[in-house]
């Protein structure tokens, strides 16, 4: 499977075969989602239909979690076996989980606002996904920094790499600090369990922000792809005129 | 180790023939200091607690000006070229240039510290934390913009690439520094204290591996 992909030719296909199934059941399961959770599901009794946000906010959160392993995993991919693909997934990845963090970010300060009385609050959990923003930032920024764009593929490779061992210290040393500042009373604990009419929403929503995560992704990689199929082709063109 | 020492010593030459940019970055450290009074007012009620963290801000920042060129010059002149022939290995190689930038910026910051901090009006007592907080933390620093320098290196715009490479990952540095660096915070050598060494401890292992694997291409590609 994994050196089957290594041709990107097969992979064109295959993800040229999956991703009108995928796309599918991913407008599906966020329609269902978005229906039972906006429409159909009782109000918090406390919060009322602020509780709504929550059908976004939380599979944001989830979804930038995981790109930033995905990240890091693609780039170990990619300095250990020099996996083609893995350069391209990480490139691919990296815009749409900052897009996703940014998006946890906007709409956990909508939900704060209501909640708390303030759009920010220097809490441990807001301030590590705002962090992982800038991580994300600088993924994107070094990727690109250079003038030939794959010279980029390494060092971003390797900043993913670290990122996965050190962006857990930030985040404990995130917590540590807020903890000694100010009892942690804003957040709500967890252990408030869910009910199932709330929880099935919930995890339609999960369920259909991740295919959609997979989709774009997939997407992406195929732009990439062809555009470095272009790249490729101009330059043979240049090259065929000057000799 | 013949060879980390004759590294070391040219470097260590080479910085004081620059010595010029080694003192920009003290006087940049010191420059930002001295706005903070100026932004905040001069009463010593409101500056007093505010001191610990604008002299580490300020290291932060002052720091960072300086890593953008730890490479440059031994790229473009070949001599990571030469360093990846011989016998020393590229991280070893990656290590002794955080020593020397460590040396030539950290140090002086750490000399110049305690006026800088008589002027912020910071008791004598919570002096020895400050300073030991602060060595530790600009050696962390260095290692930061060590890599950064290294994954950076033939990047477009070099210094805000700095800037956004480093301040993420240096959010450990800044929380265990100002906390290590309050006097009442049980002793010298205080959890926050342990906690940033801890910090250096994982960057002096990552560090050099990440910096030697960035290095090899920056060398590939100047070539």
Partial sequence: ?243 | MNILFAQMRRDLALIWAGRGEAAVMLAFFLIIITLFPLAIGPDMATLRPMALPVIWIAALLASLAGFSRIFAEDVRSGWVDQVALSPLPLGIYALSKAVTHWLAGGLPMLLATPVLALMLYVDLESLAPLILALAIGTMALTLLGVLAAALGEGARNGGSMMALLVLPLAVPVLIFGTLASTPDDGGLLSPHMLLLMAVLAVLLAIVPVAAAAALVEAETDSS
């Fill in chain 1, 1 to 243: 499977m994994f050196d089957y992909l290594a041709n990107p030719t097969r992979f064109m296909r295959l993800a040229d075969l999956l991703i009108v199934p995928m796309a599918a059941l991913a407008a599906l399961l966020l329609a269902a989602g978005l229906y039972l959770g906006l429409l159909a599901s009782p109000p918090d009794y406390q919060q009322g239909d602020t509780v709504r946000i929550m059908y976004v906010h939380v599979p944001a959160a989830w979804l930038t979690t995981l790109g930033y392993v995905a990240l890091g995993l693609c780039g170990l991919f990619y300095i250990v076996w020099r996996h083609p693909l893995a350069d391209i997934a990480l490139r691919a990845m990296a815009p749409v989980g900052a897009l996703f963090a940014f998006l946890t970010l906007v709409t956990g300060a909508l939900w704060g606002k209501p909640m708390w009385g303030a759009w920010w609050v220097w809490d441990a959990r807001l301030t590590s996904m705002l962090i992982l923003f800038f991580f994300y930032i600088a993924v994107i920024a070094l990727a690109n920094a250079f003038d030939t764009p794959e010279r980029g593929s390494r060092p971003a490779a390797i900043l993913a790499l670290v990122g996965l061992v050190n962006v857990p210290i930030v985040k404990f040393s995130v917590d540590w600090w807020n903890t000694l500042h100010q009892p942690a009373s804003l957040v709500r604990s967890g252990g408030v369990s869910i009910d199932p009419a709330m929880l099935t929403p919930l995890l339609l929503m999960l369920a259909g922000t991740h295919l959609f995560f997979a989709v774009v992704v997939i997407l992406r990689m195929k732009a990439l792809l062809a555009e470095r199929r272009i790249a490729a082709l101009q330059l043979r063109g240049i090259t065929g005129e000057a000799g």
